[in-house]
């Protein structure tokens, strides 16, 4: 029998950020499916990140490294092709991982939804009766080799049975996948490897009796293994509850919990005692600096044959270093850790907790300094600023009368066609806009650029034949981080790119006082679009929600009140461009469903304080003027009576990338509703059938005078050739349909 450790390293992370330090991996990707470069380009980039990720957190001190954090697109994915879950129709693509992540010209790709409460997407597992499962362990393994050849150990990462199969919905197929991880464990235990690491960010929401006996069955059976690394249970994103228990009685050796979100265990929970608990007392998720005397306090506070510093989840959600940040505010700055102050927090916790042990008695030690990272920093105490009294809120008239002046304001056609707001950002954009940013190009120039490209963007969907058009947004580097640059309260990053889904990463930015709008934002772009063309062009804002989602947030308010503050500010640019004359305002809140608790009982509050939020930001716009929102990649059927509640007069929403799964559940709304025709994350263009098919489906489900016509999401990803491309083709499956409603 394999010797099974009974210790683990004192300090470690659940993961790391993969993107690189200068998005390395993004530019590699980008090349490679371009035909620029090869796969073994791709692949020499892959190994490059890993290694100096594994020097990086040696460096730092860390005990623990992990392995298998590595992606070159998802994790989620990574885990499809271990066990074999690669559906038939991929397997003679020339690529099929990329096949299964982006498409191909005759392939749609997997569906895409957000990871639990993040920002952050993963590929859906598609497992259906012809799914069979069977190992490949070659990229686990390989890791393993790769950082044993530079000196390292390392312990596998990898997503744990039950939370797969509950994101594939296939827990029915527990037994076969079961078998795929005891022969893992076997190849790990016959390489030499001490621990493994199975996440199961699952747990921490509401499981039923039948998921709970799941993951008693997946751990007694493979705690039974006997030739096998030590099990380490992850846990992230908030307290385990009734799982912790179930988990606890069986065979793991090491379970880890989140005790940012969380809380430390009560002491009578019983079984804990004899685990090790690796602690996550250190954000994943947030940019602030860790109180040392509340992470020294949990881990005091823990039960337990040994307690681990770590992480409350995996780096991935945070930037590299703020090494790049000179041009912070120093006040602010000092507050702030992204991934590598984090480890050095762990790494300087987990050595207080043992000096404290030693040489205190178990007392907790004083001030720690760390590779430069001071741990006793000053907390700043919550706020004590009021938000301003409530400005009364007009609530609108009620939707048949205003869809009554819409109509006759703005004299659309059935089925109109739009898109969500943003058009290509091409390499001009991009070098124009550093260049006026490094003062190599004057501000007066780079706005005649902008307003060249607002031209080009209203002049080409006149030509395509869209009949309500968008500016394109050529002036804005980030739906979210535009507004944090026109609002005070926020503070944007130099470097601090984060990963949102395979090469597409975002700077989220920092809001760390009271939000307010000192001037318009969006008025002057809105305006000049609208002078160059008689049909509507919608004015488009981000919503309260998504703009605090998509932000690091301060953590000395309850959000709601953050969410307020923004509301207000939003409000006021709704005023503006109406009194600007834009007759259609998109407020755009597709964080909507991925600010939803994981636990059901704090559901209802959030969606509460949520819808209210949305409603005030659009709250005094007059019947004649349309509001719009949109809604992407996030399992929204899932809140649909909340985002009818949003009272929007029209909601944009993603469904060709799912399916049209969306439609099973609308046929209650209310309002307008237009489900996506074209999933713009894929480089491939739909053909007219494909769009004609998926809007018979729309027309199945909702009344033609409800059904607007758009692509699933913003088109800043794609090229001008793709997009025009498929804005034809939706253009003429359209015309098609009108001509059946009108003979």
Not at 287 to 304: C, D, F, I, K, Q
Not at 306 to 314: A, H, K, P
Not at 349 to 373: D, K, Q, W
Not at 583 to 594: N, T
Request: proline share 6%.
């Amino acid at each position: 029998m394999s010797s099974i450790p009974t210790s683990f390293p004192a300090s470690t992370v659940l993961g790391y950020p993969r993107i690189g330090p200068r998005r390395e991996l993004k530019r590699a990707l980008e090349s490679y499916w371009s035909g620029r470069s090869t796969r073994a380009d791709l692949d020499r980039t892959g190994a490059g990140l890993r290694e100096q990720t594994w020097r990086q957190l040696a460096e730092l001190g860390l005990a623990g490294l992990p392995s298998n954090t590595f992606s070159l697109y998802d994790h989620v994915l990574d885990t499809a092709v271990l066990l074999g879950a690669v559906p038939a129709r991929y397997r003679d693509a020339p690529d099929p991982y990329f096949a299964m992540a982006r498409g191909t010209d005759g392939l749609a790709p997997l569906r895409m939804t957000k990871w639990f409460d993040t920002n952050y997407h993963y590929l859906v597992p598609e497992i259906d009766a012809d799914t069979v499962f069977k190992l490949d362990a070659s990229k686990p393994l390989g890791e393993v080799r790769e950082a044993r050849a530079l000196g390292f150990e390392t312990r596998p990462v990898v997503v744990g049975p039950v939370t797969f199969l509950l994101l594939g919905s296939a827990l029915d197929r527990l037994d076969e996948v079961l078998g795929c991880y005891e022969e893992l464990l076997g190849a790990l235990a016959a390489e030499g490897v001490a621990w493994v690491q199975l996440d199961e960010p699952a747990l921490v929401g509401d499981r039923t009796a039948e998921e709970l006996a799941a993951v008693r069955v997946a751990y007694e059976r493979l705690g039974a293994v006997a030739e096998r690394p030590g099990l380490f249970v992850s846990s992230s994103f908030g307290e385990l509850g009734e799982s912790l228990p179930v988990l606890a009685g069986t065979p793991v050796e090491a379970i880890g919990l989140d005790l940012v979100r969380g809380s430390v265990p009560v002491a009578d929970l019983g079984g804990l005692g004899g685990k090790i608990v690796v602690a996550g007392v250190v954000s994943g998720r947030d940019v602030w600096r860790t109180s040392p005397e509340r992470a020294l306090a949990a881990l005091g506070a823990l039960r337990a044959s040994q307690v681990v510093v770590s992480t409350s989840c995996s780096l991935l959600h945070v930037p590299y270093s703020l090494a790049d940040e000179a041009e912070l505010e120093a006040g602010l700055r000092g507050r702030l850790a992204f991934a590598e102050e984090k480890v050095a927090e762990v790494v300087a916790l987990a050595e207080a907790r043992l000096r404290g042990t030693a040489e205190h008695g178990g007392a907790s030690p004083g001030p720690v300094e760390h590779a430069g990272v001071l741990l006793d920093h000053d907390e700043h105490e919550p706020s004590v600023a009021l938000l301003p009294e409530p400005v009364p809120v007009e609530e609108r008239s009620p939707y048949p009368v205003r869809a009554a002046a819409q109509a006759g304001h703005l004299r659309l056609p059935p089925l109109p066609t739009t898109t969500i707001g943003s058009f290509p950002q091409t390499g001009e954009l991009r070098a124009a806009r550093a260049a006026v940013a490094s003062g190599a190009l004057s501000q007066a120039d780079y706005e005649r650029r902008v307003e060249a490209e607002i031209e080009r963007v209203i002049r080409v969907q006149e030509r395509l034949g869209l009949d309500v058009l968008v500016h394109g947004e050529p002036e804005r580097n980030d739906m979210v981080q535009y507004f944090a640059e026109h609002l005070d309260g926020f503070a944007v990053t130099r470097n601090g790119w984060v990963q949102s889904y395979g090469s597409r990463c975002t700077r989220p930015p920092i809001l760390h006082g009271d939000v307010s709008r000192p001037a318009p934002i969006t008025v002057r772009w809105a305006t000049y679009a609208q002078s160059l063309t008689t049909q509507p062009v919608k004015g488009m804002l981000t919503g309260p929600v998504t703009i605090v989602a998509w932000s690091f947030v301060r953590d000395d308010l309850p959000l709601r009140d953050v969410v307020f503050q923004v509301a207000d500010a939003i409000r006021e640019e709704v005023r503006d461009l109406e009194a600007a004359g834009t007759s259609i305002i998109q407020v755009d809140e597709p964080a909507l469903r991925e600010l939803l608790p994981l636990r059901r009982a704090a559901q209802a509050d959030y969606l509460e304080w949520a819808v209210a939020a949305y409603r005030r930001a659009t709250s005094g716009a007059g019947d004649r003027t349309q509001i719009h929102t949109h809604l992407c990649y996030s399992d929204a059927d899932q809140i649909l009576a909340a985002i009818d509640g949003l009272d929007a007069d029209v909601t944009t929403i993603e469904s060709a990338r799912s399916g049209a799964r969306i439609l099973g559940a609308v046929s209650a709304f209310g309002r307008g509703l237009g489900p996506g025709v074209y999933d713009i994350h894929s480089p491939r263009v739909p053909s007219a059938d494909e769009v004609e098919a998926l809007l018979g489906r729309a027309l199945g489900a909702l009344p033609v005078e409800r059904v607007w016509v758009n692509p699933d999401c913003g088109l800043k990803t794609r090229t001008y050739e793709e997009v025009e491309a498929s804005l034809a083709n939706v253009v003429t499956a359209t015309r098609r349909l009108r001509s059946t409603l009108t003979t």
